[in-house]
């Protein structure tokens, strides 16, 4: 049996940006950045960040114009990959995440809340 699904949480690097094709649908463009943090053979501690795009189709395109810069989010949906070429530059291929579903994580509560 083949899958492609993938679950993400992250925060939303900027306001979604949002389109309609020519069929009428929306679709709603966003990044997404997930950190992790890791000691080093130097014994220092490294964060590194990966971005992921993101795509809402539909009700979930209306979904998404509703977050902001920093949101923190969890998707769960499918990874795609497309090639194309610009006119004068070499071919390119972008690898994106199909939204399924989404929501918004509250932040984490401090001592003072």
Known sequence: MQKNRIELAGYIA???????LPSGTKVANARLGESY???NGDGKTVTHTNWHNLVFYGELASI????DKGDNIE???SIQHRN???????P???HEIIVHSC??????RGPDT
Do not use: C, D, M
């Open 14 to 20: 900027a306001r979604p940006q949002t389109r309609f």
């Open 37 to 39: 943090r890791y000691t």
């Open 84 to 90: 194309f070429t610009l006119v004068v530059v070499s």
């Open 92 to 94: 390119r291929t972008v």
């Open 64 to 67: 998404a114009e509703t977050y």
């Open 103 to 108: 929501h918004l994580v509250a932040p984490p």
């Open 75 to 77: 998707v769960e949906g």
